[in-house]
């Protein structure tokens, strides 16, 4: 990867584009354009509006019709906007068109994810995940990008392998891609080693949507400082501390956030990071109940860890940011006793729906935590009872 801190760049002015098409409506289409302006914010970009279309399937040549495509020239040229973002993944041919119809700069929200990865990458294991899953994705682009690439310069979506290297072609890209999965194996094998020499300890992994508080969390309950941030991928590196809960000691480890239309050669790259996930004995997955989508959310959560292959293991479900949840919900004028009755609802059916493993949380004011704290204790004793029953002491 090159030297982020050497790029001079301009501000990038962003439009937004979805696209209505299969089994999609309206609503989710506005739903996922709002995130992918939230990960335009987290890159350093400022979305100036957004543009949707219905079709029956995408244009093989430009994703969209070419109505549709003049509209979006005609503003980003009268605008002054420098960047397109479309919410679907593109073609290398799709982003050369695309780019050339509108005369700046285009990509799609896999290379919007990439780039925020590669920005939060700090660690060399991070550092050559991101830059693999990079070059994954380049590769069958290469015919379509480097054109565009080259008239349009830096900023979100040309940060990695390829900026300084227009010319190179496909051999040379396996050739790293190679070299890459070499040193990620090489890396794998040390970490495969630390987490043996943790011994018998009862493991314990935070899971969830990116943003959802997750790292807020992992500091009340390990009483460790760990980064947090209102951002979209705020850390990328799991983070594990050790934490004792009535003489009772266990692993806690803070994973990487997971998101819609994560870009498949990421979840293939980061692998060997998220086996912190795979290697637990129970999971928190942790949910923001405040956010109106947040059913979406924890079924994307639940798609992702079946393709880990931990979807069936032992799960507290974390309903958290709790206070911001009653205050878009209930107003201000509403009966404590209504208010009561319908917490109690929702307590009740997520409760059934989690077979009583679910638990109602507001991490930054501290509410419910003991009760979290109990629940978190009785998992991990009887973790102990049935994985290591020589350790009596421990429960």
């Not at 891609?177 to 043996?196: F, G, Y």
């Not at 878009?328 to 109690?344: A, G, R, Y």
Request: charged share 30%; glycine share 6%.
């Amino acid at each position: 990867m090159i030297d982020n801190k050497n790029i001079i760049e301009q501000e990038e002015r962003a439009v937004m584009v979805g696209l209505i098409h299969g089994h999609q409506t309206e609503v989710m289409v506005k739903e996922y354009l709002t995130e992918l302006a939230f990960l335009a914010e987290t890159a350093g970009a400022t979305t100036e509006k957004s543009f949707i279309q219905k079709l029956p399937r995408p244009d093989s040549r430009t994703f969209i019709g070419k109505g549709k495509l003049e509209e979006i020239r005609d503003y980003v040229q009268s605008k002054g906007i420098n960047l397109v973002i479309f919410d679907d993944e593109l073609t290398g041919s799709q982003i050369g068109n695309i780019s050339e119809a509108t005369g700046v700069k285009t990509i799609d929200r896999s290379d919007l994810i990439l780039d925020i990865f590669a920005r939060r990458a700090k660690t060399a294991q991070a550092k050559a995940q991101v830059e693999l899953a990079q070059y994954q994705y380049i590769l069958p682009r290469l015919k379509g990008m480097w054109k565009h690439l080259e008239r349009l310069g830096g900023g979100i979506g040309t940060r990695g392998p390829g900026e300084s290297e227009i010319e190179t072609d496909r051999r040379i890209v396996k050739d790293k891609i190679n070299l890459l999965r070499k040193r990620l194996a090489e890396i794998d094998k040390q970490a495969i080693t630390q987490r043996k020499e943790r011994g018998t300890y009862i493991r314990i992994a935070l899971v969830g949507y990116t943003n959802v508080g997750k790292s807020t969390l992992m500091t009340l309950l390990s009483k460790s400082e760990v980064f947090a941030e209102n951002k979209l991928f705020a850390t990328l590196d799991t983070t594990t501390r050790k934490v004792v809960y009535e003489q009772t000691p266990f692993l806690l480890s803070d994973t990487v956030g997971f998101i819609r239309k994560l870009p498949h050669h990421l979840v293939e790259s980061f692998k060997s990071t998220l086996d912190e996930v795979r290697e637990a004995d129970c999971l928190l997955h942790v949910v923001d109940v405040s956010h109106p989508a947040y059913e979406d959310q924890m079924g994307t959560v639940n798609k992702t860890l079946q393709e880990l292959g931990a979807f069936d293991k032992p799960t507290v479900t974390i309903f958290n940011k709790m206070d911001l949840y009653e205050k878009q919900v209930f107003d201000p004028w509403l009966e404590s006793s209504v208010k009561e009755d319908l917490l109690k609802q929702l307590h009740r059916r997520w409760d059934n729906l989690t077979h009583g493993n679910a638990v109602f949380i507001s991490a930054t004011e501290r509410r419910n935590m003991d009760a979290l704290r109990t629940i978190i204790l009785n998992k991990v004793k009887t973790l102990y009872q049935e994985r290591y029953p020589y350790l009596s002491q421990f429960y």
